[in-house]
């Protein structure tokens, strides 16, 4: 059955810039949409970013837009997140997920809720220092 492996967290200062990978293993098919959340301690998993297969549409959390760019290898059925000009707040263990169907609402509007993606990597650290 399908997989994702992430890769690519760390630690780096602020100002600097990250870059994610989310590489699907084993697919049966490509998906609906792929999406990028994070976690900080104490808080709620956060809607990062997501890209849509069949609109091709990406779509930004507001405290992320204009600092990462999400972008997709349709043959590995792979999404990446660069991050630049990353902040403290930045600080958080940052998840893949996929939706391998589509799941309702507008067709070709990625969801912001992690209820709507089936398949989630384990997550990778990204620390960003003051």
């Known amino acids: 059955q399908a997989q994702l492996q992430e890769s690519g967290g760390g630690l780096v200062q602020a100002g600097e810039s990250l870059s994610l990978s989310c590489v699907t293993k084993?697919?049966?098919?490509?998906?609906?949409?792929m999406a990028w959340f994070r976690q900080a301690p104490g808080k709620e998993r956060e809607f990062v970013s997501a890209?849509?297969?069949?609109?091709?549409?990406?779509d930004y959390g507001d405290s992320v837009k204009g600092r990462f760019i999400i972008s997709r290898d349709k043959a590995l059925l792979a999404v990446y997140l660069q991050m630049n000009d990353l902040k403290p707040e930045d600080t958080a263990v940052y998840y893949c997920?996929?939706?391998?169907?589509?799941?309702?609402?507008?067709?070709?509007?990625?969801?912001?809720?992690?209820?709507?993606?089936?398949?989630w990597g384990q997550g990778t650290q990204v620390t960003v220092s003051p």
């Open positions: 997920a996929a939706a391998r169907a589509y799941y309702g609402g507008a067709y070709g509007v990625s969801s912001h809720r992690t209820v709507d993606y089936d398949l």
């Open positions: 084993n697919p049966t098919a490509s998906p609906y949409a």
């Open positions: 890209f849509n297969w069949p609109s091709l549409k990406t």
